[in-house]
């Protein structure tokens, strides 16, 4: 195997020897999301005009699963090894910094999905959902979780305590899940939070993947695609310079 | 030949620390070499420089002729350090981490020698182990395993049997010196000085970031120019002319330094003037802790006013943990 591939495998095999906390775990919380939030909400205007609010709900949640874990993952996976001084196992060895990043950031993309494939999965039994365009759904996903993934490594990067990841999850990835339209649409919004809202990458993220379900959205899903892959984009351009620089980690 | 490791004018500066100040040292192919110097002396920057966990300021180093930063891929296939720190890899088994080791560096099927450095180490029966498991010690003896892995033909050990039992200390030499017959080069930092003095051949000593003495270690001990008389005496305290010679005093017993045997007649019948008897009286040779506090000393700056005296002895950080 390639430095590389077993990057890779090393970082899939550490979060799934504890699956039960870096998979389980979040796909139940979510459901009690989906749970609580579809009752209190029952009888709620339909979304779209014909979409029940508890099928409008489940692709959020989805979505929101798939960006926390895979922001999770690379970002508590690199702290962890930079607070025990393990990082030096990867930092030894003759692995390019391109290695580096890919390895991380694919692991993401693999937990972000499996958590949300598994959300997904229990949702079905509990609500009906139609799946329209199923190519934009795996495209959004992807494209998500990669970004998470990367603002993860970034995080994992510039922290040097667990409580500075903690503060990038809580004060930033959080506030941005929770106002993208996660559990309410855009349209439902005073007029300035509407605009507002329009500055939040995640929006665009979570819009999209739920055109795929329902073929309908608030944005083009092509603008949102073009905006997600712009956003992955110059965020991979940053990472890899931090790593090329050995910011915080070649001292 | 190549040398095995070439650092040319090394700087490093940690904010306000100078760590490393214009560091030049070649270690040949095959050699023993050891790297000593009191904490913060910057041993453990320039290893991690080598290795390139950290980047120098300016200057040039090259792990068999393989610059580490242009070359990085060759010249960390060349080497393989033993941290200082004992870190480990909570998620994995013994044999996973060697085998995930060993993937880092392109290498697949590399059970057979995996098997083999795990039973040079006696860590065979713990393969299976869970690294969280294992004793310090064990745990020492996978970080070296790990560092093996890909068989480097340079092999940096940071301290490695500080806080080890003396078991896996023996073994562990045991096995470093089996590694240096095969060819392999070795460069070691320890605080115990005995164990440098019996292993390398040759030393460098750094003090604030500078090479204060690059020697074989026959040759630093020799160059002392002192034998110590260690005297136990009774019925009258050491006179007040002996006290520049001494190296330590307890109780009632003296080392004193003697620049040659002919001096030795002069220091006991000084010592006998005083009214008092000796009881005991042996004649040392210096070793590499009484050159190495000698040079550590030395390089106070200019500071040597009145002689040396004993605090200056205690006070270096020579061997704390001896």
Not at chain 1, 55 to 65: N, Q
Not at chain 2, 7 to 15: P, S
Request: charged share 15%.
């Amino acid at each position: 195997m390639s430095g590389f591939g077993t990057l890779l495998y090393k970082e899939l095999l550490r979060f799934w020897k504890v699956a039960f906390q870096t998979i389980a775990a979040p796909v139940l919380t979510t459901l009690l999301y989906l749970l609580i939030f579809s009752h209190v909400m029952q009888g709620q205007a339909r979304v779209y005009g014909a979409v029940p609010y508890s099928a409008f709900l489940v692709p959020g949640l989805v979505m929101m699963a798939v960006l926390q874990n895979a922001f999770a993952n690379s970002s508590s996976s690199l702290i962890q090894s930079k607070i025990t001084g393990n990082i030096i196992f990867v930092l030894l060895p003759p692995l390019s910094y391109w290695d580096f990043f890919a390895a991380y950031v694919l692991a993401s993309v693999a937990r972000g999905m499996i958590v949300g494939a598994g959300v997904l999965l229990v949702s079905l039994g509990l609500v009906g959902l139609s799946f329209e365009h199923p190519l934009w759904i795996i495209a959004f996903a992807v494209a998500g979780s990669a970004i998470l993934g990367t603002l993860g490594l970034i995080a994992g990067i510039w922290a040097e305590k667990f409580d500075q990841v903690a503060a990038f999850q809580s004060f930033l990835i959080m506030p941005l899940t929770f106002l993208s339209g996660v559990f309410y649409s855009i349209h439902s919004l005073p007029d300035f939070w509407q605009r507002l809202s329009h500055f939040n990458p995640f929006f665009y993220m979570i819009d999209g993947f739920r055109y795929g379900f329902f073929g309908v959205s608030d944005i083009n899903p092509v603008l949102s695609l073009g905006i997600a892959c712009v956003s992955l984009l110059v965020l991979t351009a940053l990472t890899l310079a931090l790593l090329k620089r050995g910011y915080r980690l070649r001292h | 030949m190549t040398p095995a490791i070439q650092i040319q004018q090394v700087h490093k500066r940690f904010g306000p620390v100078q760590a490393l100040s214009g560091i030049d040292l070649e270690v040949a192919q095959g050699e023993f070499f050891g790297l000593l110097g009191p904490n913060g002396a910057g041993k453990t920057t320039l290893i991690n420089i080598l290795a390139g966990l950290a980047r120098a300021d300016s200057g040039s180093v090259r792990v068999m002729g393989h610059d580490v930063i242009a070359d990085y891929r060759k010249s960390r296939r060349a080497l393989g350090v033993v941290p200082q720190e004992l870190v480990f890899d909570p998620f994995f088994s013994v044999r996973e981490t060697l085998r995930i080791q060993s993937g880092y560096f392109g290498l697949k099927h590399n059970d057979a020698w995996i098997d083999e450095v795990m039973h040079h180490l006696d860590l065979a029966g713990k393969a299976a182990a869970n690294m969280r498991s294992l004793s310090g010690g064990m745990k020492r003896r996978v970080l070296v395993a790990q560092a093996l892995v890909h068989k480097p033909p340079v092999i940096v050990l940071d301290e490695p049997t500080a806080g080890v039992d003396v078991e896996l200390r023996q073994g562990l030499w045991e096995f470093v010196r089996g590694l240096n017959r095969d060819g392999h080069t070795i460069v070691l930092t320890t605080h115990y000085l005995e164990e440098a003095e019996a292993l390398c051949a040759r030393i460098a000593m750094l003090k604030q970031g500078r090479i204060v003495a690059l020697d074989t270690t026959s040759n630093l001990v020799n160059r002392l120019d002192s034998l110590y008389l260690k005297l136990r005496i009774a019925g009258a305290a050491l006179p007040a002319a002996l006290a520049a010679r001494v190296r330590d005093s307890r109780d009632a017993v003296h080392t004193l330094r003697v620049r040659s045997f002919a001096e030795v007649e002069g220091v006991l019948a000084q010592v006998r003037e005083a009214g008092a008897q000796i009881e005991e009286l042996e004649l040392l040779q210096p070793d590499l802790e009484d050159v190495f506090v000698q040079i550590m000393n030395r390089e106070e700056g200019g500071e040597r006013r009145g002689g040396r005296n004993a605090s200056c002895v205690l006070s270096a950080p020579a061997s704390p943990d001896r």
